[in-house]
C-alpha cells in the first residue's frame, strides 16, 4: 500500500514538471519565431535597400553614359559640320578667287604698296615678288675684297646643266650677257673680261670688317664687263650704279634693262664670298609682238672662293653660279617655284 501511494506521488510530481516544461516552451517559442521573423526582416531591408542602391548606381551609370554618347554625338556632327563647311569653302572659295582679283588681292596680301605713278600694287602673294615696286635692297652693291680694286680678270665661264623649260632658261641666259649660242648648247667655254673699281662715294655701306679691319669692298664695272662678253659698244650701255640698272640694245628693236630688285651679300671672309640677286628683265616680247616690252625675273646665285693656280701662281677665283627663272604674272614673280635651272662653273684668273 505504501509503495503504491510512493509511485502515484511520483507520477503526479513527474507530470507537473512535464506540463511546466510544455508551457515554457508555448511562451518561449512564440519569441524565438518573432525573432527569427525580424531578422528575416531585416535582412529583406538590407536587400531592398541594396537592390535600390545598385539600381540607382546603374540609372546614374546610364545616364553619364547616354550624356558621353549625346557628347560624342554632338562632337562628331559639329565635326562634320566643320568638315562640310571647309570643303565647300575650299569648292566655293577658289571660283571666287577667280571671278573676283580684288578679293583674292585682299584677302591674301598684308599691306598695299604705292608706286610713283599712284597705282596700288600688293606683295607677299603665295611667296612672290613685287618687282614693279620692290622694297629698298639690303646691300647697294655686290661687294668684293679690297685686294681687286682697280684689277682686271679673265673670265672662262662653262654650263655644266640645264633643268626645266629649256626656252627660258635660253633667253634668260641670252638677255643675262650670252652671247655665243654654242655656249648654252654644246657647253662651249666663255671667255670675256671683268674689271673692278672703287665705288662710288654714295656707297656709304661698300666695306666689311677683315681680321679686325674695316675695309672699303670693291665693286664689279658692270657696264665693262657687259660689254666684253656682248660684244656691245661701252658707250652705249647705261650703267646706273644708283638705279640698280643697267640698259643695252642687242638690237635697234631689243633694247634690254636689267635691274636688281632683291639683293644679298655673303661678305668677303678666308671662306670665300658671294651673292644672291633676283633680277627684274625688261625687253621686247619677240615675235609678233616685238613692240611690246614685257617683264621676266631671272635669280642669279654665286659664290667665290679664292686660291692660286698651281702652274703659274697667278691669283684665281673660282666659282658657281646658279641661274633659275620664274614666271611673271602682271609684274609679280613667283619666286617659289622656278621654270629653269642653269648652272655654270667659272674660272676668274688676275690679268
Given at each position: 500500500?505504501?509503495?503504491?501511494?510512493?509511485?502515484?506521488?511520483?507520477?503526479?510530481?513527474?507530470?507537473?514538471?512535464?506540463?511546466?516544461?510544455?508551457?515554457?516552451?508555448?511562451?518561449?517559442?512564440?519569441?524565438?519565431?518573432?525573432?527569427?521573423?525580424?531578422?528575416?526582416?531585416?535582412?529583406?531591408?538590407?536587400?531592398?535597400?541594396?537592390?535600390?542602391?545598385?539600381?540607382?548606381?546603374?540609372?546614374?551609370?546610364?545616364?553619364?553614359?547616354?550624356?558621353?554618347?549625346?557628347?560624342?554625338?554632338?562632337?562628331?556632327?559639329?565635326?562634320?559640320?566643320?568638315?562640310?563647311?571647309?570643303?565647300?569653302?575650299a569648292?566655293?572659295?577658289?571660283?571666287?578667287l577667280?571671278?573676283?582679283?580684288?578679293?583674292?588681292?585682299?584677302?591674301?596680301?598684308?599691306?598695299?604698296?604705292?608706286?610713283?605713278?599712284?597705282?596700288?600694287?600688293?606683295?607677299?602673294?603665295?611667296?612672290?615678288?613685287?618687282?614693279?615696286?620692290?622694297?629698298?635692297?639690303?646691300?647697294?652693291?655686290?661687294?668684293?675684297?679690297?685686294?681687286?680694286?682697280?684689277?682686271?680678270?679673265?673670265?672662262?665661264?662653262?654650263?655644266?646643266?640645264?633643268?626645266?623649260?629649256?626656252?627660258?632658261?635660253?633667253?634668260?641666259?641670252?638677255?643675262?650677257?650670252?652671247?655665243?649660242?654654242?655656249?648654252?648648247?654644246?657647253?662651249?667655254?666663255?671667255?670675256?673680261?671683268?674689271?673692278?673699281?672703287?665705288?662710288?662715294?654714295?656707297?656709304?655701306?661698300?666695306?666689311?670688317?677683315?681680321?679686325?679691319?674695316?675695309?672699303?669692298?670693291?665693286?664689279?664695272?658692270?657696264?665693262?664687263?657687259?660689254?666684253?662678253?656682248?660684244?656691245?659698244?661701252?658707250?652705249?650701255?647705261?650703267?646706273?650704279?644708283?638705279?640698280?640698272s643697267?640698259?643695252?640694245?642687242?638690237?635697234?628693236?631689243?633694247?634690254?634693262?636689267?635691274?636688281?630688285?632683291?639683293?644679298?651679300?655673303?661678305?668677303?671672309?678666308?671662306?670665300?664670298?658671294?651673292?644672291?640677286?633676283?633680277?627684274?628683265i625688261?625687253?621686247?616680247?619677240?615675235?609678233?609682238?616685238?613692240?611690246?616690252?614685257?617683264?621676266r625675273a631671272?635669280?642669279?646665285?654665286?659664290?667665290?672662293?679664292?686660291?692660286?693656280?698651281?702652274?703659274?701662281?697667278?691669283?684665281?677665283?673660282?666659282a658657281?653660279?646658279?641661274?633659275?627663272?620664274?614666271?611673271?604674272?602682271?609684274?609679280?614673280?613667283?619666286?617659289?617655284?622656278?621654270?629653269?635651272?642653269?648652272?655654270?662653273?667659272?674660272?676668274?684668273?688676275?690679268?
Open positions: 500500500m505504501k509503495s503504491s501511494s510512493s509511485f502515484i506521488i511520483l507520477f503526479i510530481y513527474y507530470s507537473s514538471q512535464i506540463l511546466s516544461s510544455n508551457a515554457l516552451f508555448s511562451v518561449v517559442s512564440p519569441m524565438i519565431n518573432q525573432s527569427r521573423t525580424n531578422r528575416l526582416m531585416a535582412a529583406k531591408n538590407n536587400s531592398d535597400e541594396h537592390t535600390a542602391t545598385i539600381s540607382r548606381r546603374s540609372r546614374s551609370s546610364s545616364r553619364r553614359l547616354m550624356a558621353a554618347n549625346n557628347d560624342e554625338d554632338t562632337a562628331n556632327i559639329s565635326t562634320r559640320r566643320e568638315i562640310l563647311l571647309f570643303s565647300s569653302a569648292v566655293i572659295l577658289p571660283s571666287i577667280c571671278v573676283q582679283p580684288s578679293i583674292a588681292n585682299a584677302a591674301t596680301a598684308p599691306l598695299p604698296l604705292q608706286t610713283t605713278s599712284g597705282i596700288e600694287r600688293v606683295e607677299g602673294i603665295g611667296g612672290g615678288l613685287d618687282l614693279l615696286s620692290p622694297k629698298p635692297l639690303s646691300y647697294s652693291e655686290v661687294f668684293y675684297p679690297n685686294s681687286m680694286i682697280n684689277t682686271k680678270w679673265k673670265v672662262q665661264r662653262v654650263i655644266t646643266s640645264v633643268e626645266g623649260d629649256l626656252g627660258q632658261a635660253a633667253l634668260s641666259w641670252q638677255l643675262l650677257g650670252g652671247a655665243d649660242e654654242r655656249a648654252f648648247t654644246s657647253k662651249l667655254t666663255e671667255v670675256y673680261e671683268s674689271t673692278y673699281i672703287s665705288p662710288p662715294t654714295t656707297l656709304d655701306d661698300a666695306k666689311y670688317e677683315y681680321e679686325g679691319k674695316i675695309l672699303q669692298a670693291a665693286i664689279l664695272d658692270r657696264g665693262s664687263e657687259l660689254s666684253s662678253r656682248t660684244g656691245v659698244d661701252r658707250d652705249t650701255i647705261q650703267w646706273d650704279v644708283k638705279s640698280n643697267v640698259s643695252y640694245e642687242r638690237n635697234k628693236d631689243d633694247k634690254v634693262n636689267l635691274t636688281i630688285v632683291r639683293r644679298n651679300n655673303e661678305l668677303p671672309t678666308d671662306q670665300g664670298f658671294g651673292f644672291d640677286e633676283i633680277c627684274r625688261e625687253s621686247s616680247a619677240g615675235g609678233i609682238f616685238s613692240g611690246t616690252n614685257v617683264y631671272a635669280r642669279v646665285r654665286r659664290r667665290y672662293r679664292r686660291g692660286f693656280d698651281e702652274t703659274t701662281g697667278q691669283r684665281i677665283l673660282d658657281i653660279e646658279v641661274v633659275t627663272t620664274h614666271r611673271v604674272l602682271d609684274g609679280i614673280a613667283g619666286i617659289e617655284l622656278p621654270t629653269s635651272t642653269t648652272k655654270s662653273r667659272l674660272r676668274y684668273t688676275q690679268i
